[in-house]
């Protein structure tokens, strides 16, 4: 079993790395900047369950524990330098015979509608299939959500249906779309190869 971890990814100007306790100060800009445009579809906690204020750097430390334990890859998403522009976070990874993970991101406003998201997940999901061996990629989104469906769409990920009162977002147990991918369904070349087929043909 290969972890997977550290690993730096890129395609074209678009990279992934691990996050990084020196990248707080642009992290912070980033959420602060994209507040509006990040806030409806961000993950919260339900009243019931203690908030508390884990700080950027327990937060990365957490992360980086997880992924040295084989359960999470904390990407940060790049664009033309080695400055986070997004995050691509691969979560839950499950091995054993079920071989599965999942992928949530964002991008900052700044950095929207030019397919990097795309291309970072492209990314992320071949990783996870050549590298790591997994057999099955998940990604959830809201309904609404209709800049992350198109990410979705564009690499080919299945429609498996509607989980209602999925996750709890922006304050409140919200409906998702769950669409999953398979090793078996990712062309020679893995999904990159579907970034570059669709930006050939436009």
Same mark, same amino acid.
């Given at each position: ?24 100060? /642009? ?8 507040? %509006?445009?990040?806030?409806?579809? %961000? ?16 937060? /990365?430390?957490?992360? &980086? =524990? =997880?992924?040295? =334990?084989? &359960?999470?890859? $904390?990407? /940060? ?5 080695? %400055? ?57 989104? &809201? ?9 979705? %769409? ?10 209602? &009162? ?18 078996? =369904?990712? /062309? $020679? ?14």
């Amino acid at each position: 079993m290969s972890t997977g971890w550290p690993a730096t990814l890129h395609h074209g100007p678009v990279g992934l790395r691990p996050i990084r306790r020196g990248d707080a100060r /642009v992290w912070a800009r980033l959420r602060r900047d994209s507040a %509006e445009w990040l806030g409806r579809w %961000e993950a919260t906690l339900p009243s019931t369950v203690p908030s508390g204020n884990r700080s950027y750097a327990a937060a /990365v430390r957490s992360l &980086r =524990q =997880q992924a040295s =334990q084989g &359960r999470t890859l $904390p990407f /940060v998403t790049t664009y033309g330098s080695d %400055e986070m522009v997004g995050q691509v976070t691969v979560s839950g990874i499950t091995w054993g015979s079920a071989r599965w993970a999942q992928i949530g991101y964002w991008v900052s406003r700044s950095h929207a509608g030019r397919g990097i998201t795309t291309t970072a997940v492209a990314m992320a999901a071949d990783h996870c299939f050549e590298v790591l061996g997994l057999h099955r990629i998940e990604i959830a989104i &809201r309904p609404e959500n209709r800049s992350s469906l198109r990410v979705v %769409e564009k690499l080919g990920f299945d429609r498996v249906g509607l989980a209602p &009162r999925y996750l709890h977002i922006d304050g409140d147990w919200r409906d998702h779309l769950l669409f999953a991918i398979t090793a078996e =369904q990712v /062309v $020679p070349g893995g999904l990159i190869a579907r970034v570059d087929s669709a930006d050939a043909e436009r």
